[in-house]
T-cell receptor, first 113, second 112 residues
């Protein structure tokens, strides 16, 4: 079967660092995406990992370990505007040329002053 | 550049009524998708298209139909709405299978 797990909710303090984990079990693997979604808005793209290792983009970094079926999104120097849901999505082997993504349920991050 | 535009943004339907949600993208993308988002369940794929004139079923296709007569438009139809179809619907498009997907602003549908 296909399964993607993320924590439902997290809370962190402004200025701190937070790590949001994502574990997946899918039929093969063809890439992992992270999206940010503010309440009442559309998801927006944050990062894409297809090879093992860390991808850094400003305050946000994403890590992937294919052998462990594991990824995390690291947010540094948290700001109040980072309060949002963070969605992990996997493109599995079975998606072929369709580009279908399987989404986790999302992690709602609340940043407190 | 408008990106991905969904219409309408809000709608209330009575059980049994029909409606069509329109998704339009101006980025010449090949791939288009319809998702529904419900609390605690994340985004679930309803139907998708890999190019003009093609459609295929996703995870939760029952009760929905789609058409992609023009490359830029992807229509989602509800023939006989049910309360279980109350949800937020998102359309997305992407150029390639390893590229980012761009999402529309969503349609909030309530079926009473």
């Amino acid at each position: 079967g296909q399964n993607i797990d993320q924590p439902t909710e997290m809370t962190a303090t402004e200025g701190a660092i937070v790590q949001i984990n994502c574990t997946y079990q899918t039929s093969g693997f063809n890439g992992l995406f992270w999206y940010q979604q503010h309440a009442g808005e559309a998801p927006t793209f944050l990062s894409y990992n297809v090879l093992d290792g860390l991808e850094e983009k400003g305050r946000f970094s994403s890590f992937l370990s294919r052998s462990k079926g594991y990824s995390y999104l690291l947010l540094k120097e948290l700001q109040m505007k980072d309060s949002a849901s963070y969605l992990c999505a996997v493109r599995d082997q079975g998606s072929g040329n369709t580009g279908k993504l399987i989404f986790g349920q999302g992690t709602t991050l609340q940043v407190k002053p | 550049n408008a990106g991905v535009t969904q219409t309408p943004k809000f709608r209330v339907l009575k059980t049994g009524q029909s409606m069509t949600l329109l998704c339009a993208q101006d980025m010449n993308h090949e791939y288009m998708y319809w998702y529904r988002q419900d609390p605690g369940m994340g985004l679930r794929l309803i139907h998708y298209s890999v190019g003009e004139g093609t459609t295929a079923k996703g995870e939760v296709p029952d009760g929905y139909n789609v058409s992609r007569l023009k490359k830029q438009n992807f229509l989602l139809g509800l023939e006989s709405a049910a309360p279980s179809q109350t949800s937020v619907y998102f359309c997305a498009s992407r150029q390639g299978t390893n590229t980012e997907a761009f999402f529309g602003q969503g349609t909030r549908l309530t079926v009473v």
